[in-house]
């Protein structure tokens, strides 16, 4: 029982991060995003030590790649 206790995080602190960098990413002129780009975005900006203008620059660069939809 005490070696699945030491499992539970003591902090929610790195799940609030997250969640504050996704809304700092998803804004109003970009909530279209798709879910693997979003995915793609968060692991660089969490794994990566990037600027706010390196995140505009990193968007800006999947906003100009080819869609494979049809709209």
Avoid: H, Q
């Amino acid at each position: 029982m005490f070696t699945l206790s030491r499992l539970i995080p003591s902090s929610t602190a790195s799940v609030e991060r997250l969640f504050s960098l996704m809304n700092s990413l998803c804004t109003p002129s970009r909530n279209k995003l798709l879910v693997g780009t979003l995915d793609s975005l968060l692991r660089l900006c969490m794994e990566a030590d990037l600027s706010k203008s390196d995140v505009e620059n990193v968007i800006d660069i999947f906003k100009k790649k080819d869609r494979d939809i049809a709209l």
